[in-house]
């Protein structure tokens, strides 16, 4: 295997988590074993948790966030929520079970100072050559954007919410 990369999908366009979700279908594909754990997302049904159970010998999905907003009532409970979801992360990275490890939605985490950045910035660099890892997220930090070999930023330049159309299933979620 080639040298593990450190990729990142930003912007505020949408297509973040659905790109990650391709590389992981390419890399399982390949037979990789790949683990995406979500930060933020909620507990209602989406459509690539279904999609991903077809793929279980090799593809680990994780649904750790509490569907976080600006707007929490319980902003603590969504900080430790994502204290045990970058917990649960760090051991993935090290065990050595996958070949490609996704924080989706991950960039939030820091950008609202849930963990510290420097502590993500030790464990990146510390992270195992081989490992491939995908970072999402609005706003991705400039010390993340520097350590990156690839990234891809999703600019929103139409989108049908803004003519009132509501999030449809298999589109949206």
């Known amino acids: 295997m080639s040298t593990g990369l450190v990729m990142v999908l930003t912007g505020d366009g949408k297509g973040k988590t659905t790109s990650a979700l391709g590389m992981a ?3 399982v594909g390949h037979g990789m074993r790949v683990c995406f754990i979500q930060f933020i997302k909620g507990s209602w049904r989406y ?3 279904e999609a991903v159970k077809r793929y279980s010998d090799l593809l680990d999905f994780y649904v750790m966030g509490r569907g976080f907003t600006l707007k929490s009532k319980d902003l603590e409970k969504d900080t430790r929520a994502a204290a045990e979801a970058w917990k649960f992360a760090r051991e993935v990275i090290f065990k050595g079970d996958y070949q490609m490890v996704i924080l ?10 849930m963990i510290s950045m420097n502590e993500f910035m030790d464990v990146l660099g510390r992270k195992p050559r081989e490992l491939h890892l995908v970072i999402t997220g609005r706003q991705a930090p400039e010390q993340i954007l520097k350590a990156a ?5 999703m600019q929103a330049v139409k989108h049908h ?3 009132g159309v509501k999030a449809q299933k298999g589109i949206e979620f």
Do not use: K, P, V
């Open 25 to 27: 279908m390419r890399a």
């Open 47 to 49: 459509g690539e948790l």
């Open 149 to 153: 070999d690839m990234i891809t930023e």
């Open 104 to 113: 989706d939605e991950f960039t939030y985490i820091l950008n609202y100072e």
């Open 161 to 163: 919410y803004r003519s």
